[in-house]
Every structure is written in C-alpha cells, then in structure tokens.
C-alpha cells in the first residue's frame, strides 16, 4: 500500500503543528486496517487528526497521520434500547441531525460542535450538568484497529475493558466506529442574565441543584465577553449590577415542553439547537476539573490572580459543573467536579499567567481535559488517576510497540 505524501498539519487555532511523513484517509474499517497494519509493517508510528479542537500536542506525529472524516455516519439505531452506531469521523453536529431524525438526542453536549465524535468523546470532552456525566459516559461499545490491523471489539461485556476504552486519548488503537447510548429528543429551555460575582457565589450551589444546566463565564472587563463571542446580557432582566466588568455570564438550561421560542435570552429549541456557541479561534485554552467542594474557592483564587497580578489577561473564565464517572483515565474519574478554563491570547506570552493558573488549581488536585493546554507530567498523572498504572499496563499490551504513541501521550500514558 502506498500512502499519500505527508506534510504540515496544524490545529485549529493555529497552536499546535507537525510534519508528517505520510497521511491517509480511509474511507471504511477494512481499509483502515490495512493502512494501520502497513504502518507498522514500515516501522512507523501513526496518530488520528480529528477536526484539530484540541490545544496540546495530542495530535503530532512524524509518521503516518490519519484522517478518519471521509468515515461518517449512523449505521444502526436501536430504538428499544435507544443506542447508535456512529462512525468515528462523523462530527458531533452531523450526528444531532441524524440522531433527530430518528426522534433521538444525545444526553448531553459541549459548547462547540464540530469536532469528530471519536475524538472529542475520548479526551474527556464535557457540557455542563451537575448530574451529567462528560461525554464519553455515553460510550457502550468500540471498534479498536490494533497495530497488526486487526479489530478489538469493545462491547460493555467486560466493564474493565469498556471503562480503559471510554477515554484513551488515542493510545488504545483507532477508532473506527462507537456505539453511544442517547436518549429520546428533548427540548431544552435557555436562560441567560448577567449578575455580579458576589451574586453568582451565593447562589452557585441552588442554581446547580435546580437546573439541568448550569455554568457561567466571569468577565473581568467589559471587552472579555467579546472575545468569546459572548451574548451582550447588559440589559438583561434579572440583572442586579449595573457595573459593565466584574460580572458574570450566567447560563441555566432545563427540559421543556412549551413551543419553540427564541428571543435575545431565552431560547426553546432542539437540545443539538441549545448547546453551540460560534467561537472565533483566538484564544489557547487551558481547562482543569477541580473537586466541586472547592469549586468557589478555586474561582475565587484565580479571580484574584486576574484581578491583581496577570491584569492583562482579558478572556473570561469560563465555569462548568460535570458529574463523576468511571472511566480510567476521565478528568472526572470517580469525582464529581466543576471544570474552570482559562485562556491565553495567541500572540502574547501568557505562559506566566498558565503557570499560576496551574499552581492554585494543583492545590485542589484537579485533573486537565486532556485537549485543553496543562503542565502534567508522567509523575502528575499517576498521583491524579488512581487506574494510571493500570491503563498504562494495558496499552503496553495492547501495543507493545508502541505505534499510537507520540512525545506528549508517551509521557502522560506510555
């Protein structure tokens, strides 16, 4: 098999590059395996390039870099059981549309979506919901090419295994297809106001318990809500500061059975209709999920370090809630926590400014989205995930060679 000629890939927003030697794009599981299988016949290792969301160097490779977008789709809907099968390609966007088709939705989405399903599910990937599991919680079953191009089938028969597979960062094999549990199509009722910080906190704890959604972007300028393209909520009604900076953006979101509705801060639609926000790629993101106990804390302190020390960095925070799961190497790995991001301007070096975001964040033992920018190394991540050790060993077995490794995973996974 002769692979196409590689060369420069880059991410999203422009952070992240490598020049690969060779690059394919299979266009169904048996032509994938045979690519996989020659790859390591020639000595080479290979990673996946999704849509390229994420901000750390998941991605890279010097060998042969594989694009799974021409492998798209639903090929099974059981409706008694309400699972699909989705091809690994198939973006998040594309999925909605034909999950409402057949009446489905998926239980829960991130604010943007048009990454590929197979990767944005297994790098940890989340909405908000205090109740809600990240994305990846949805997976019942994977299609995993080996390095020899054979097929590892992930059913949920063995729960170890299923839960190893659920979130992999790629180090696992290639995806080739997910079997995800959804649920029937559901409208949802949007809800967005500005209040101050101090009003935020107070009701942090209601507002999560008494909505299915609940999470907020903290604006410390009038200028930051721009840069995330945020809804202008100055004149929203139940606002209780007429302040234009230090307020926070809040969201709440619930199932709802009134018509469609869409005025400039409340909005009824399809739930896939809710979730997105166009982003503008100008901004490099770091995001952890720290312990919900020290939610308001962590907040607070890196309020603080905005406010007083890094007083140039204008992107708002951005504040989620996701509930604990099982899968090994999750961000919420048997924890049910808050996620705060951050973010850097391209252009400016906000290193400094990433690196105190860290410290204060490293008290709470808070672990990162594996997409978004971090500072864990191999020790970090066998103290923060109690199966690391566990996962390692059986990617060692799985493959031994270590062909779907790159520098970054090698030194977090391998």
């Not at 492998?71 to 549309?97: C, F, N």
């Not at 929203?236 to 869409?262: F, G, L, Q, Y």
């Not at 370090?305 to 799961?325: Q, V």
């Amino acid at each position: 098999m002769d692979f196409e000629k590689g060369g420069l890939w880059r991410n999203w927003v422009g952070n992240q590059s490598c020049i690969a030697r060779y690059k394919a794009a299979p266009t169904q599981e048996a032509q994938l395996c045979e690519m996989v299988a020659e790859a390591d016949r020639l000595d080479l290792n290979l990673r996946v390039a999704g849509s390229g969301h994420s901000f750390t160097p998941v991605v890279g490779t010097g060998g042969l870099l594989l694009s799974l977008a021409q492998m798209q789709g639903v090929s099974h809907v059981d409706h008694a059981k309400k699972k699909v099968t989705v091809a690994a390609g198939t973006r998040i966007h594309d999925l909605a549309i034909q999950l409402k088709s057949h009446g489905l939705s998926l239980v829960n989405q991130g604010d943007i979506d048009s990454q590929a399903v197979a990767g944005a599910f297994t790098t940890g990937t989340h909405g908000t919901g205090s109740t809600l599991g990240c994305l990846a919680t949805a997976i019942v079953g994977l299609r995993l090419v080996q390095p020899d191009g054979s097929v590892l089938v992930v059913d949920g028969s063995d729960t170890d295994m299923l839960h190893a597979a659920q979130v992999t960062v790629g180090t696992l094999g290639v995806i080739s297809e997910l079997t995800l549990q959804v649920t029937d199509a559901y409208q949802l009722h949007e809800h967005l106001w500005r209040d101050d910080f101090e009003t935020c906190m107070e009701r942090h704890d209601e507002l999560a318990s008494t909505h299915r959604h609940f999470g907020f972007f903290w604006c410390p300028t009038a200028q930051s809500r721009h840069l995330y393209c945020l809804a202008d909520t100055a004149d929203a009604p139940r606002t209780t500061t007429k302040k234009t900076a230090d307020v926070c953006e809040m969201k709440v979101i619930d199932i709802s059975d009134r018509p469609v509705m869409h005025t400039p801060f409340e909005k009824i639609a399809y739930s896939s209709d809710i979730y997105p926000i166009e982003y503008i790629p100008n901004f490099h993101e770091l995001e952890y999920a720290v312990p919900v106990q020290h939610g308001k804390e962590a907040v607070r302190a890196v309020r603080d370090l905005m406010l007083n020390k890094h007083t140039h960095c204008l992107f708002p925070i951005e504040y989620r809630f996701t509930a604990g799961d099982p899968a090994w190497i999750s961000p919420f790995y048997q924890q049910d926590s808050i996620t705060l991001s951050v973010s850097g301007q391209p252009g400016v070096d906000y290193w400094d400014y990433l690196r105190d975001v860290d410290a204060i964040l490293r008290r709470y033992k808070a672990r990162p989205h594996w997409g978004k920018m971090h500072f864990l190394d191999t020790d970090d991540v066998t103290a923060l995930y109690p199966r690391a050790e566990d996962f390692r060993a059986l990617r060692r077995k799985l493959d031994p060679k270590g062909r779907f490794l790159n520098d970054h995973v090698r030194m977090l996974l391998g």
